[in-house]
């Protein structure tokens, strides 16, 4: 095996991994490279070296030539398709980022215009997320809150499934000025939460451990819903404006009960 044979080869490579990043099929791929070899012929003698068989190499020919690849002369049974320089490959690529370019930047133009049809059909949407990863996740989603979170939680569960996450999670979200309500079981650590209410923009309410249990957390904001498992490590966010207005009428209710039984005890 020569040298010059595997920089060949090398190169050959390197060649196809271009044209299928750009979009050519594998055929195409090999019909070009062997009329970019032969540099002429008729479809039989392409598609042979290509290895297709007939049909498909008219097809694909057609094809390269209205990519302007590929040029066609004569009438059948004698037509022959002759490679054009490598340097329409090149303008070819030009042109195709040119329009993608072109299409991204019209896109971004009618996002607002997509958004809003998207959303007129308010229809109701359920995003699962799974591990550390995806409880991570579902609290970042809640720093987008444009409103109150209310809340409710046990601080030991949260804290040790993801207790470097947190100290910081609720600095990020205070400085985002995004105030949280929460309902949590009155425990240490809930007790050490509470004394930085005012810095992290939060406010707790105490509710006896051992009456309510409270093993996931539920956020509710905006229009969501966040359910996050401790013990499955897994993570859901419900889009639905009327599940998040009834739940926070329903937290409302709760917040008030424990209100009341928090202030009982001091």
């Not at 004698?78 to 090149?90: G, I, V």
Request: aromatic share 10%.
């Amino acid at each position: 095996m020569s040298i010059e044979w595997f920089y060949m080869k090398e190169g050959s490579e390197k060649i196809k991994e271009l044209l299928k990043n750009a979009g050519f099929l594998d055929k195409e791929i090999e019909v070009y490279l062997a009329i970019l070899e032969m540099g002429k012929g008729t479809v039989a003698e392409i598609s042979r070296k290509a290895g297709i068989n007939r049909s498909t190499g008219y097809v694909i020919l057609d094809s390269l030539a209205g990519r302007g690849l590929v040029s066609i002369s004569g009438k059948e049974p004698k037509q022959e398709y002759a490679a054009e320089d490598p340097e329409q490959l090149s303008f070819f690529l030009k042109k195709k980022l040119q329009e993608q370019q072109e299409l991204i930047s019209s896109a971004e133009e009618l996002l607002p215009e997509l958004t809003t049809i998207y959303k007129k059909g308010d229809r109701p949407r359920v995003r699962f997320y799974e591990g550390k990863e995806g409880l991570k996740q579902v609290y970042e989603n809640t720093l987008t809150a444009t409103e109150d979170i209310y809340a409710c939680s046990t601080y030991e569960n949260m804290h040790s499934v993801l207790p470097n996450y947190f100290p910081q999670y609720y600095q990020r979200r205070a400085k985002k000025k995004i105030f949280a309500h929460a309902i949590v079981p009155e425990t240490p650590l809930a007790h050490e939460r509470r004394t930085k209410d005012t810095e992290e923009m939060r406010e707790i309410a105490f509710i006896p451990p051992d009456t309510f249990l409270i093993p996931t957390e539920i956020d509710v904001y905006d229009n969501k819903v966040m359910i996050a498992s401790w013990r499955e490590k897994l993570g859901v966010i419900i889009e639905s404006q009327e599940i998040a207005d009834t739940l926070k009428s329903i937290f409302k209710l709760a917040w008030a009960e424990a209100k009341r039984l928090d202030e009982e005890k001091k």
